[in-house]
């Protein structure tokens, strides 16, 4: 890892400048002085600031890697621990007991949950995002076997067949694809596992078919080749799905500078992964064990990197929410609105202030009607 921000303070301080100055001849004390009258600015940068993320081991956490590995957090004088757990409900936990103060968690799937139950959380940035789609799940697909009759031309050779998922957006996805095509989930055999496990699961026959996320949805369809019956991928119209930053309403309010010095170094994450795939399957591969490369630059390809909090974006989280309490997945005394999933005034600052993060992203729709990937 490289903590070059600490590195680059390391090389200078008074005791490299009074080893320099003791071997200065006359002729370079004017040099002296000017190197000591900067010190004071170099001890300055030189304190930088503590923060703890908590992410979950996938390849939706490839900008945090991105932004230690490249030093974007330490340019904007950030220390940042980051500690790796299983799902988003550790996330909500470590935020919710203090032991982080950021986490990246699913917004429109954990942080409803999240909010739902009383925990005072609050979007800051997505990343993981396709800001253009009311609903698009492109880390998603449900891939089964050819050989236990999973056609893809046709969605009821799902029924009756044993389907492993994993409880959270990746259960909602699967119930929303039953939905779209007028399929009674019933009628299906449904078996929770974790999604590390699934294409074991899947290689050996223990299920038919799976609901998995990258990269172990490209790990599956490369191991299975020819066999990979490939149902459903990164489909629109069944969910928001946008993975991002989320903060305690309180620290927000009181720190809200080093929320935004967060934000930049993500943004800047973002636009290296759009632009470098490949290069950050390779940063990835130092963070998730027995991670392979070919599937994980796959993987990134099919995800979308954008960090904008759009119309669309909102209005997709607030109905993926709803749509949720709508199935009985969580329970909550009113409608979920915007002011549940963004605070957007760090999103307006960075975007204000740093416009060429985003310059290469296609232009956003202004109005609901026009947002692809429309949900009910």
């Known amino acids: 890892m490289r903590y070059h921000g600490f590195r680059r303070a390391g090389r200078t301080g008074l005791t490299w400048g009074t080893v320099l100055v003791a071997r200065l001849t006359k002729n370079l004390w004017l040099m002296a002085a000017l190197l000591a009258f900067a010190a004071p600015a170099w001890a300055q940068s030189a304190k930088m600031t ?14 945090h890697f991105v932004a230690l590995e490249n030093g974007y957090w330490a340019d904007q004088g950030l220390n940042v621990q980051i500690k790796l ?116 699961a899947l290689n050996q026959s223990l299920v038919d078919a799976v609901v998995s996320w990258e990269p172990y949805g490209s790990q599956i369809i490369r191991e299975l080749g020819a066999n990979a019956a490939i149902v459903s991928r990164g489909e629109e119209g069944l969910m928001s799905d946008n993975v991002g930053i989320v903060v305690r309403e309180d620290y927000l309010k009181d720190h809200r500078d080093t929320v ?22 390779e940063i990835d591969a130092r963070y998730l064990d027995g991670l392979n490369l070919e599937d994980a630059t796959a993987g990134l390809k099919q995800l979308s990197w954008d960090p904008r909090v759009s119309i669309c974006v909102v209005e997709g989280s607030i109905r993926s929410g709803n749509g949720m309490i709508r199935l009985g997945q969580i329970k909550m005394d009113r409608p979920f609105t915007a002011a549940d999933y963004y605070d957007l005034g760090i999103y307006q600052d960075v975007i204000a202030k740093h416009a060429d993060l985003f310059a290469d992203l296609p232009p956003l729709p202004a109005k609901v009607e026009d947002c692809k990937g429309k949900l009910d």
């Open 50 to 63: 503590d923060v703890t993320v908590y992410v979950v081991k996938n390849l939706l956490s490839s900008p």
């Open 260 to 281: 935004e010095k967060f934000a930049i170094g993500i943004a800047a994450a973002a636009k290296f992964i759009r632009e470098n795939p490949k290069e950050t399957a």
């Open 85 to 200: 757990t299983s799902g988003g409900r550790n996330v909500v936990q470590a935020l919710q007991a203090g032991d982080a103060q950021f986490g990246h968690v699913a917004i429109s799937g954990t942080l409803s949950v999240a909010r739902a139950g009383g925990d005072k959380l609050i979007g800051v940035m997505p990343y993981y995002n396709a800001a253009d789609y009311m609903g698009k799940a492109s880390a998603y697909a449900i891939i089964g076997r050819r050989d236990r009759g999973v056609d893809p031309a046709n969605p009821a050779s799902l029924l009756g067949k044993k389907i492993g998922y994993t409880a959270g957006t990746n259960e909602y996805y699967m119930r929303q694809w039953f939905r779209k095509n007028n399929l009674d989930i019933g009628k299906a055999q449904t078996v929770s596992m974790l999604v590390e496990d699934m294409p074991v």
